[in-house]
């Protein structure tokens, strides 16, 4: 090529192809919130994990500029929500988003934090402003953008009580109301696990509180089948529609049931490949998740840089799912619903186990190797005894053996606490025993 042809191919190629913008919502006070949220539950480590050690992540460091590489990239590419909790990656959440995000202009990004306030040694109003205060000193800011009661029922048969006492005895939610009235807080709203009780008892407030926002679990699986994995869960179709009669806008947690809507079955995969065959199930599940109009923003625990490009270009705009793919998605939940899984997210909110069981770690192994299609499930299967053998030698070394499902007593001090209801003795014992019939006869 001569240099006239070449300047002429030069003058004569196309722009380079701009990124689409963020799709973005309104909030009840006018401001425009990105429909991706990035989660600072699940921050990578130095060893190049997460720090969510109870869905097979790590003790290391969080791996600081690796965060704030995913910060700079959401905030370059339209993403301006940013959601914690002092509850969140050992402590360190809350401090590491405040450096990250410090670097920003304030006007360009939005900070939702929780009063996480499990403990009843952190119930008297004291200790809880005292959580709320340190908030605001780690997150480096004057206002919290959106402030959260965390994981409004739990606590089993005792759910009423317990959100009585964490927020309603002890004066907090008054507090925290004169705090959105002075301006410190900005959007004062809920999440939600568990008690429908306590959910309804909650909105009941709303003509008094007038929340401006609530978060709730939401994914394809649970918007109508929740209550098929256990009779406590609550369809997510349930609560987004009490949501949407009170226009109140909907933030969504889980929108990959924990990661296990990020690699589903083959039978799953048969259903959906049709209809999209370049679209990964995180796709399909990120889609799902934006679609519904009263949704505010989807949260996502976004370890890898891969995983934010991939969300980012998913709502760079959001296409909706039309009918037809809602139809395609409800099939692919029962299909989902059909096989051996365990509904565990890896909330670590039934931790610390009394006799040191690393619940939420054994039952992110079964799994993986049930989505994997390495459960040696089938002794008939010609791969079973290699499936046998992997799944074994995984086990033992995943876990010494004072963290093995052998130690579960029975005890029930961890099933109240499951925001999934996991019948979570049942669930280990039933770990226990296929583990115990693979080493004794290689027979499950």
Known sequence: MNRRSFLAALVNAPAPEKPCAMTMRTGVHGERVSLLGYGAMRYPTVDGSHANTYRGGSNAPIDTV?????????????????????????????????????KHPR????????????????????????????????????HIDFYLLHAIGGGGKDSMKVFNSRFIDNGMLDFLLKEREAGRIRNLGFSFHGDEAVFRHALA???????????????????????????????????YNLLDERGIPAVIMEPLLGGRLAKVNAHVMRILAPHDPEATPAKWSFRFAGSKPRIL?????????????????????????????????????????SDDSIPCTSCNYCMPC??????????????????????????????YAAKRRRFLLEYERAFPRLRRAERCTGCGRCAPHCPQGIEIPAMVRKVDLFVEKLRRNGRA
């Not at 339209?78 to 002092?86: A, E, I, L």
């Not at 401006?212 to 406590?232: C, P, T, Y």
């Not at 770690?361 to 008939?380: Q, S």
């Open 66 to 102: 690796q965060v704030q590489r995913h910060i700079d990239y959401c905030i370059a590419h339209g993403v301006n929500y940013f959601d914690t909790s002092p509850a969140y990656c050992r402590g360190e959440s809350e401090k590491v988003l405040g450096d990250a995000l410090a």
């Open 107 to 142: 006007d360009k990004w939005m900070v939702a934090t929780k009063l996480s306030n499990f403990s009843p040694t952190t119930w008297p109003q004291a200790e809880s402003k005292k959580m709320y205060e340190t908030s605001r000193r780690l997150l480096r800011t004057d």
């Open 205 to 239: 407030m709303h003509g008094k509180v007038h929340w401006d926002f609530v978060q709730i679990q939401l994914n394809w699986v649970d918007w109508h089948h929740a209550k098929e994995v256990n009779a406590r869960n609550v369809n997510a179709e349930t609560l």
């Open 297 to 337: 923003t989807v949260l996502s625990g976004m370890t890898y840089m891969e995983h934010i490009e991939e969300n980012v270009k998913t709502y760079s705009p959001l296409k909706p799912l039309s009918e037809k793919e809602f139809a395609v998605l409800e099939r692919a939940a029962k299909a989902y619903l």
């Open 354 to 383: 009394p006799y040191g069981i690393d619940i939420p770690g054994i039952f992110a192994l079964w799994e993986d190797a049930l989505v994997g299609d390495r459960l040696p499930d089938d002794p008939d299967d010609p791969s």
